[in-house]
């Protein structure tokens, strides 16, 4: 019908002007009033008015082209006139868009709606009747669309997102035209895209790694302040009361909040890890987590990114053991709070402890933490309860969750507490309190001053853990330093001795190492005297030594100088050797001594060499410097100044070679899993190792090292061990 | 040059003289110096012949060795724990007698301190 007018033109208008006036018979002349609406309707340019007429007027001859059914006709010449004019919003919109697009000036945008509304006013239907108004609506909003360029949208949504910040009173007049040009309907969606955007985008503005306030509540109070008064305007667009507003509004409102949590929860999923290396200082982010996941259930996603986390970050070779169960640790409390049934910490936990079984030392990362060795491991507030020998089983269906509100506080009381957890690793408990023993042995043996009150206070919190029987060859351990000490302050009662032995119940000690050392001269005396005593005081019992094991506080006096130590005493007999004679053949002394290896002795020489009291004459003798040596023989002799300096230097070139010899067991660990692989290989997989900063070059050289130690061999360009 | 000892914290383990081992710190000359001063060398000889625990443990009723737990020497020569010998002659099947020979028990006056 758009095109009766263009076709039948000036020729029909006129036909029908002469039949309607031959049959008029009101005051107003068909053509007359056909005349008066057409010119009335006509739409302009925006500085162009319609000849001033009585509104009157042009309603009768309204009503005159109605009673002649000649309205659809009225209509036709509208839209053929309506036409005509589009091309002035066409350049309109050009020119705006053209401007928007080179200054991504959102208010472009707003200027051009505001002036399509006043095309859109201006071209209106005067007098108005529904159908005519109808017809219009259409037209003119099919004519603009066809005309906005495809990045209108884009522009539409920049100028949707300034009005978020605006007042809600203006924002009522500017989606009043959104909603005249038809916007609000056609871009429905992006309406609420503007508010996801909003929230990604206030997320990632105030929450990545902020972990010590309640983020999710911060949200809340954003979303309720700055988008929920702005929703009212494109939401709630035709409610005629408060209550009505509020109905059409929440919905939408409700869908923003899920949106809220499901962002800090994706974000706070990203961050899993780090939030567990810092726990308890980022418990409100677990908090906030956990509410977001009452929400939306993410937690398979939680769980893909903390077991993937994990395997990158924590189960690798270069990764300590004692960060290991660290993390272990923090994650069990972590997740206990984000979930309290406990289905995701069984399913994120397990990997951990099937990768700490398979470490050699992680039982006794476990025991030094035990006895207080393990820095921060346990906490020392935790009240210890009895280890459950089961392991405890987190897929447990007779669990009972805890109720929702509980604070987190209430978890750390349960009775599967830290140490619980760490031994449950293990399927018994027996291997720890093996391992306990010997840390406790080494420990005990390593006490000079006879003040073990701290492990006799280590072995009473243990025993309510393990149990007193399991504790009981601890307990003995224990009562022999008391026996000791007491027998000792009998002895030198009896007869002062500078020996102050710690005597053991050899079964209930750990095997110690075996030697085949024997004290010469004066200390075999003192041995012998000390022994004596010993029986005296306890007639049916005596002292086999364990000679190698203990210190000695000695002073060697020479001609020129005193040196004051404290040493083993294997370099206490070597250097009461050469109170007898100056100069000593390794083999001398190694016979001596009880046939001990040339290693074990060449160690305890080296001693007496740094101390500047004996020197290396080569050819395997060795002599006593009676007058301290100027010119060194050996350059490891040191100056005199630090020989009273007791404390072990070591220097830093034994450090790095220390260091190289951690990352040994990594390789070796690969290359019994992995078989031969090359440097670059091997390379590649140390960097995964923390700290690990050694070039190709230097793990090169390191390899090499071994090589000729005959721990690994070279071959086709692989590296495999040598077994 | 002269070495003089300041303190000399040491490390023995006890044992019982039973009167027939040998000094364990001497042992090791006769013994030629092949000998090592370790853990392994228990022979039959150092477990009671009741428990079949080592002296220097406990018999199975007792918790710590040493005092606590003493032994018993026989004129026969044997050694027990105290404990486990005195349960045994409690019994109706002893008849009294050392468990080892059949011999009547008679407990041995303790010979002091033979080194
Ligand atoms: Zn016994
Ligand atoms: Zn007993
Ligand atoms: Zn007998």
Redesign the interface.
């Known amino acids: 019908m758009a095109n009766f007018d263009e076709i039948f033109g000036e020729q029909w208008k006129r036909s029908v002007e002469k039949i309607c006036g031959a049959s008029e018979s009101s005051s107003l002349g068909f053509s007359q009033a056909w005349e008066i609406a057409t010119s009335a309707l006509k739409p302009r340019p925006l500085n162009e008015h319609p000849p001033p007429r009585d509104q009157a007027l042009v309603l009768a001859a309204v009503q005159r082209i109605h009673k002649a059914k000649m309205t659809p006709f009225l209509i036709d010449s509208f839209l053929g006139d309506l036409r005509k004019c589009e091309h002035f919003i066409e350049s309109e919109i050009n020119e705006s868009m053209g401007r928007y697009d080179a200054s991504q000036d959102p208010n472009e945008v707003a200027q051009l709606i505001d002036r399509l509304a006043q095309w859109y006013k201006h071209w209106v239907p005067n007098p108005n009747s529904q159908s005519l108004y109808k017809t219009f609506q259409l037209a003119f909003q099919t004519h603009l669309f066809s005309f906005l360029p495809l990045s209108f949208p884009d522009a539409f949504k920049a100028l949707l997102v300034e009005t978020i910040g605006q007042p809600v009173e203006s924002n009522v007049i500017v989606f009043q035209r959104f909603e005249v040009l038809g916007f609000l309907d056609r871009y429905e969606s992006l309406l609420a895209s503007v508010v996801y955007q909003q929230i990604e985008l206030r997320v990632a503005e105030t929450c990545p790694k902020e972990w010590t306030s309640r983020k999710l509540a911060d949200l809340r109070t954003w979303l309720k302040e700055k988008i929920v008064p702005w929703l009212a305007a494109p939401y709630a667009r035709g409610a005629r009361t408060v209550e009505d507003a509020r109905a059409m509004v929440s919905g939408i409102i409700s869908r923003f909040d899920f949106h809220v949590c499901r962002t800090l929860c994706d974000l706070r999923i990203k961050e899993i890890f780090d939030i567990i290396v810092d726990y308890p200082d980022s418990m409100d982010a677990l908090i906030d987590l956990k509410e977001c996941l009452t929400r939306v259930d993410q937690r398979p996603q939680l769980v893909t990114a903390l077991r993937k986390a994990n395997h990158k970050r924590l189960l690798h070779p270069g990764a300590d053991t004692k960060d290991i169960l660290s993390q272990y640790v923090s994650t069990i409390k972590c997740l206990r709070i984000v979930d309290p049934p406990g289905v995701l910490l069984y399913k994120v936990a397990d990997p951990i402890r099937r990768y700490l079984r398979e470490r050699p030392d992680t039982i006794r990362s476990i025991v030094s933490s035990l006895v207080g060795e393990g820095g921060d491991l346990i906490d020392e507030s935790e009240q210890p309860g009895p280890v459950q020998t089961v392991a405890e089983d987190f897929s447990d269906p007779n669990w009972e969750p805890e109720p929702i509100d509980a604070g987190p506080e209430f978890r750390t009381s349960r009775p599967s507490d830290v140490i619980t957890t760490l031994v449950s690793i293990y399927d018994s408990k027996d291997l720890f309190v093996k391992e306990l023993q010997v840390l406790l042995a080494q420990r005990l043996l390593a006490i000079t001053d006879g003040n073990f009150e701290k492990e006799r206070r280590n072995i009473e919190i243990l025993k309510l853990r393990f149990g007193e029987a399991a504790l009981q060859v601890c307990e003995v351990m224990l009562k022999d330093m008391t026996d000791s000490k007491r027998i000792d302050h009998h002895i030198q009662a009896q007869g002062q001795s500078i020996m102050h032995p710690t005597v053991i119940s050899r079964h209930f000690w750990p095997p110690l190492q075996g030697s085949r050392l024997r004290m010469p001269g004066q200390f075999r005396e003192i041995q012998e005297n000390y022994g004596r005593g010993f029986s005296a005081f306890k007639p049916d019992k005596r002292l086999r030594w364990l000679p190698h094991l203990g210190e000695v506080h000695l002073d060697v006096e020479l001609s020129d100088r005193t040196v004051s130590v404290e040493v083993s005493p294997l370099e206490a007999a070597i250097i009461e050797l050469f109170s007898s004679k100056p100069v000593w053949s390794m083999d001398e002394i190694s016979v001596k001594l009880g046939q001990l290896d040339h290693v074990t002795v060449q160690k305890g020489l080296l001693t007496w060499i740094e101390h500047g009291v004996v020197s290396d004459q080569g050819d395997n003798t060795f002599r006593l410097l009676e007058q301290a040596s100027t010119s060194d023989v050996r350059p490891a002799a040191r100056p005199m100044d630090i020989i009273e300096d007791t404390s072990p230097v070591v220097t830093t070139e034994q450090q790095q070679a220390d260091q190289m010899r951690i990352y040994w067991q990594f390789i070796q660990g690969m290359l019994t899993n992995i078989g031969p692989m090359p440097i670059e290989r091997i390379q590649g997989m140390l960097r995964l190792a923390p700290g690990y900063d050694r070039t190709v070059e230097q793990l090169g050289g390191f390899l090499e090292a071994a090589r000729r130690e005959g721990l690994v061999l070279f071959m086709g360009g692989m590296w495999q061990l040598n077994r | 040059?002269?070495?003089?000892?300041?303190?000399?914290?040491?490390?023995?383990?006890?044992?019982?003289?039973t009167g027939t081992r040998s000094?364990?710190?001497t042992e090791?000359e006769g013994a030629g110096?092949?000998t090592?001063?370790?853990?392994d060398e228990d022979g039959d000889g150092d477990v009671c012949g009741i428990c079949r625990v080592?002296y220097?443990?406990c018999c199975p009723t007792c918790?710590?060795?040493?005092?606590d737990c003493?032994?018993i020497w026989g004129e026969c020569s044997h050694v027990f724990h105290m404990h486990c010998l005195l349960k045994w002659i409690g019994t109706a099947a002893s008849k009294q007698q050392c468990p080892m020979d059949r011999r009547t028990w008679v407990t041995a006056e303790?010979k002091?301190?033979a080194?």
């Open positions: 040059m002269k070495v003089t000892v300041k303190r000399w914290h040491a490390i023995a383990q006890w044992q019982w003289d000094d364990p710190n090791q110096n092949q090592q001063n370790d853990d080592a220097e443990g918790k710590v060795p040493g005092d003493p032994l303790r002091v301190a080194s």
